[in-house]
Every structure is written in C-alpha cells, then in structure tokens.
C-alpha cells in the first residue's frame, strides 16, 4: 500500500487520532476509511457537509420513532378507516407537525437550508414525489401521496412543522397532491 500525505486542520487530525485509537483502529485505516466514504458521497453529488447536515436531520427523524412504511399503506388505511377525517388524528398529526417542527428549525438556521438538505435526503428515497421552485422569499412545494385519502394526513403534519419556522403556509389539496406556498 502506497501512503500519501495529505494536509488536514490540526484539531481534525488531533480528533481522529483519539477517536481512531478509542475505536481500535490505526490513524491511517480511519483516515483511509473516511477519504473513501467522502469519495463515494462525492460520486453521488453528496458533499460530505452535507452528509453530517442529511445525518443530523436523520437523528431528528429518529427521534420522532417514524418508521418507514409505503405511502400506499397509509392510503389503504385513510380510505378504509377514514382516519384523516378524524378530528382526533388531525390534531394528532398536527401536534407532532409541530414537535417536528419546532426540533428541525432548531437545528437549521432557516427554512431553506432545512429545505436543501430534506430535499437531498427525499430524493434518496424510493417514495419520495417532491418537487419545489422558489420566487424571492415563497417556496412552492408540491408533494404527490399515495392517493386521495392520504392526502389530508400528510398536509397536516408538514404545514404545523413548516410554521415552526416562522414562516406563513397556505396549503390546497388536489386529487392526490397537496401543494404548499410557504413565505418566509
């Protein structure tokens, strides 16, 4: 194996030399393990930063113990059970909006930096039907769900967190879409 020298920050190199022996690993095989994963983030448009940023926004989801479940499921379950009629399940979804709300604007300096990296980490996932564009200070974000049923659940949940940012939502349902103006 050829060993190259490449100039890191003093503090990075000091922090992975600690971590690296606290995991049992040698200072090179981390360094050597941490070029590759950047490298394969790169091939896939993904800078690193934006990695830790798609990371910690992952944590958040965590957090709320969301599981992921086809689109399609929750369909079938609105238009067998009716639930995103149910006033009690909108405020329900609409509460946790909030909390989720509330928890990412917390850790993004504004909505449209939540937006760059939850847009990035969507498009990685196989369910996610998200486009947006941005006129000065609205966002226009159309999301498809699964169906009609659905629709309402999902509208629910993203306009309490989206509020969270301190911005102004007006939300329309179409068949099977929900199209959300968000000025902030």
Known sequence: MSRSTVPVEGEVAKELST?????????????SDSLKLALELLKRGITPTRAIEMWRLMEKIMAFDAVPVPLSYLELVAKKWGICEDPEVEAFLREVGAKFGKTVAGEFKSFGEFMS?????????PVARLSLGRGGDTW????TSAGSFSVKCLGYFAEEAVKQFGCVVKI?????TITAEVTC
């Open 117 to 125: 990296v939850a847009t990035q980490l969507l498009s990685m996932l």
């Open 140 to 143: 226009r974000i159309v999301f």
């Open 172 to 176: 329309s349902y179409g068949d099977s």
């Open 19 to 31: 971590v690296a022996k606290s995991q049992g690993f040698s200072v090179l095989r981390l360094a």
